[in-house]
């Protein structure tokens, strides 16, 4: 099953943050985790690693946090899920390194290779901007009950 790990989420979400509030300067790591209610110590290592691939920067000291390392148009959200997880994998074969006993029989490693660059294009067109464009999920919506009296 393709899925994303947690720390991809979490970096996707800190950078969407980020984004939104791009115009109101950087953001501490206790900040977001406090606000989407991730564990601090590992929100801080993902940032951290996307602060070592120049996604993000990050500075010291009391008006500290971190801050895009780039305008949110020009980050995708391949490059962050890359950042967390390494190469996008889709079977055993998908890196040139790794061979499999069946490497020189097998009927689908070729197009299973160009599902993987389908992937790769997908993800390379999906910008952090264009996550921040959507609304910000909201509080499930209170419903009233009203008790009428007979």
């Not at 391949?78 to 020189?104: L, M, Y």
């Amino acid at each position: 099953m393709l899925r994303l790990s947690k720390k991809a989420d979490y970096a996707l979400m800190a950078m969407k943050h980020l984004a939104v509030r791009r115009d109101r300067g950087s953001s501490s790591a206790r900040e977001i985790a406090e606000l989407y209610d991730i564990p601090i110590e590992l929100l801080a290592k993902v940032l951290q690693r996307l602060v070592q691939r120049r996604l993000l920067v990050s500075q010291q000291g009391t008006h500290g946090g971190y801050q895009l390392a780039r305008v949110p148009a020009q980050i995708s959200v391949g490059d962050v899920i890359q950042a967390i997880e390494g190469p996008v994998t889709v079977t055993a074969c998908s890196t040139h390194e790794a061979q499999c006993e069946q490497f020189s029989k097998c009927n689908v490693r070729d197009p299973l290779w160009r599902v993987r660059e389908r992937i790769l294009t997908a993800l390379g067109e999906c910008t952090i901007a264009e996550l921040a464009l959507d609304p910000p999920a909201s509080a499930p919506a209170r419903v009233a009950v009203l008790h009428t009296h007979l």
